[in-house]
């Protein structure tokens, strides 16, 4: 049996950190409406990345967890968002996928 396609969630424009419950609600729907184990989060139309996305990521990260152990792959990760999450240790947390990765069969990675 193929494993079931991961679920899509998409953070775009200035992330903030009031607005960090609305996307963890999100999040909490889409795996409520899916069984998907894992969930893509394309982080590529963030503008600004700062803190509050890291943040953002991280609560997200939390939440696909808690949710029967399931986990949150990034994908789309801009160059500054990626020395954000290397730079406070959450790179090894959530999975970052390059693009080539999910084509290629590879698993996600920097």
């Known amino acids: 049996m193929d494993p079931l396609p991961p679920a899509v969630l998409v953070l775009s424009g200035r992330v903030t950190r009031a607005g960090t419950p609305r996307l ?17 989060c394309d982080v590529g139309g963030i503008a600004e990345p700062d803190l509050a996305s890291v943040e953002a990521i991280a609560r997200l990260s939390l939440v696909a967890r808690r949710a029967g152990g399931r986990r949150l792959r990034l994908c789309g990760t801009p160059p500054g ?28 990675g920097p």
């Open 24 to 40: 963890c609600a999100d999040l909490e729907a889409i795996l409520a409406a899916s069984d998907a184990t894992v969930v893509d």
């Open 81 to 108: 968002l990626q020395l954000l999450l290397d730079l406070v240790g959450l790179a090894d947390v959530v999975g970052l996928d390059d693009g080539a990765g999910a084509e290629a069969g590879r698993p996600p």
